[in-house]
Nanobody, 119 residues
Framework: VQLQASGGGLVRPGGPLRLSCEASGTIFSVNNMGWYRQVAGNQRKMIAYINSNGSKRYADSVAGRFTVSRDGTKNSWYLDMTNIQAEDASVYYC??????????????WGQGTLVTVSS
């Protein structure tokens, strides 16, 4: 199983950006899809999660500005970022709990995509 994150880049303060993550490989089901971010020297922090029932949760720092969504038909999920601030600059990682069989489940991580905020 591989997770491919994409969509990072340079964005102006106040602007929008969409990150995407797609899981591929031998997949029975994808659950608890999420996004983390990490600045060099700091711990990786949870930003947003969406589970297989569509329930969502967000870090306080992004609630109201970021929206997590998923496309179950494509094993993909997204992070729509609006009103981006300087403190949102980071490497963003996608993650998910993926069942590879009916009885085997693991946590997988994408490779990270860099978001740079600059005017």
């Amino acid at each position: 199983v591989q997770l491919q994150a994409s969509g990072g880049g340079l964005v102006r303060p106040g602007g929008p950006l969409r990150l995407s993550c797609e899981a591929s490989g031998t997949i029975f089901s994808v659950n608890n899809m999420g996004w983390y971010r990490q600045v060099a020297g700091n711990q990786r922090k949870m930003i947003a999660y969406i589970n297989s029932n569509g329930s969502k949760r967000y870090a306080d720092s992004v609630a109201g500005r970021f929206t997590v969504s998923r496309d179950g038909t494509k094993n993909s999920w997204y992070l729509d970022m609006t009103n981006i601030q300087a403190e949102d600059a980071s490497v963003y990682y996608c993650t998910a709990a993926i069942a590879t069989t009916a009885s085997e489940r693991q946590i997988f991580w994408g490779q990270g995509t860099l978001v740079t905020v600059s005017s």
